[in-house]
């Protein structure tokens, strides 16, 4: 019996249709889900997810990564960290870290957003009052505008939450300088400030202007004029080779330098060893590996104060 061409013929498109159909979809698949693996991970303790948030204050994108606990018993009790520079978080490896911590009950599960940074770093990180001697943070009135009138909102739409018990801000070098100038001037809204290897020297002459350790130094200057908040508490980490640069000749590098000069400012305004922690590590250097293995310090610190 003859088989009918035209039907065979359908028969072979119909099939060629299918096949090729498979593949379209198999290949869609695997893009959602490499897509998905990139924009969440998945641990015992913490959910981690890339969001993007436009922002108008900026004129970029924003990315942030939110490091989500996975079992809140207590929402009560959870709190807020934000994290200046968080493309580096994942280098420390901080996900880890922070799961590690929870997982051992040492911290209490908190909800972490790190912050990426954009091409404009300098211009938007530092003191909102006040630029550098070399122009120097001109847009950090309008990160710090960022924060409270687009990050915050974003955190509380998307994640559900009410409130949080205490809310932090840390960062490192120029980021850490900003962490440290939105809490201290903004003591309603933030408790805790984490500065790793701080960017303390910024001042308002170079050495060639006349520059003096007592009078130039921006952030020195605002704790120095400003008030007294009780619910206030500071980290600060340091490392012994953060830098070669000794600008008095004293022995000692000026980061280091600086960073106790701040304390010595902020211990003048009446904060105590009990509001602040100091940790120098002795082979510590500028860079993404020793902030890691000075974050748990921070979170310990932060979480137990």
Same mark, same amino acid.
């Given at each position: 019996m003859s088989r009918c061409p035209t039907l065979q013929k359908c028969r072979t498109l119909i099939t060629s249709a299918y096949f090729n159909l498979y593949h379209v979809i198999g290949a869609l698949l695997s893009l959602i889900f490499e897509n998905m693996a990139e924009e969440k991970i998945i641990l015992d303790n913490i959910i981690v997810e890339q969001n993007k948030i436009e922002s108008s204050f900026l004129e970029r994108n924003v990315q942030?990564?939110? &490091?989500?606990? +996975?079992?809140?018993?207590?929402?009560?009790?959870v709190s807020l960290l934000l994290i200046n520079d968080g493309q580096d978080l994942p280098k420390m490896p901080?996900?880890?870290?922070? #799961?590690?911590? !929870?997982?051992?009950n040492i911290v209490e599960p908190l909800i972490c957003i790190g912050i990426y940074c954009g091409p404009e770093r300098k211009m938007e990180y530092g003191t909102a009052s006040q630029k550098d001697y070399k122009g120097r943070g001109a847009k950090a009135p309008q990160y710090t505008q960022f924060i409270f009138k687009e990050l915050l909102p974003f955190i509380y739409k998307t994640y559900s939450v009410q409130s949080f018990k205490e809310k932090s801000?840390?960062?490192?070098?120029? /980021?850490?300088?900003s962490a440290l100038d939105i809490v201290w001037n903004h003591p309603k809204e933030f408790s805790k400030a984490g500065v790793f290897s701080g960017s303390l020297w910024w001042r308002s002459k170079g050495y060639k202007e006349g520059y003096n350790d007592?009078?130039?130094?921006? $952030?020195?200057?605002q704790i120095r004029k400003g008030? &007294?908040?009780?619910?206030?508490q500071f980290f600060f980490e340091c490392g012994?080779?953060?830098?070669?640069?000794?600008?008095?000749?004293? /022995?000692? !590098?000026?980061? !280091?330098?600086?960073?106790?000069?701040? !304390?010595?400012?902020?211990?003048?305004? /009446?904060?105590?060893?009990?509001? $602040?922690? &100091?940790?120098?590590?002795? #082979? /510590? +250097?500028? #860079?993404?590996?020793?902030?890691?293995?000075?974050?748990?310090?921070?979170?310990?610190?932060a979480s137990k104060v």
């Open positions: 942030i990564d939110a &490091y989500l606990p +996975t079992n809140i018993l207590r929402p009560e009790n901080f996900e880890e870290i922070l #799961d590690t911590l !929870i997982a051992q801000f840390a960062g490192f070098s120029l /980021g850490g300088l007592a009078t130039d130094r921006i $952030m020195h200057n008030k &007294y908040y009780s619910q206030l012994a080779f953060d830098e070669t640069k000794d600008r008095n000749q004293n /022995g000692i !590098i000026d980061s !280091i330098d600086d960073t106790l000069d701040l !304390i010595k400012e902020l211990k003048q305004k /009446g904060y105590s060893d009990a509001d $602040m922690e &100091y940790l120098e590590l002795a #082979d /510590g +250097t500028h #860079d993404v590996t020793t902030w890691g293995r000075a974050f748990p310090y921070f979170l310990k610190w």
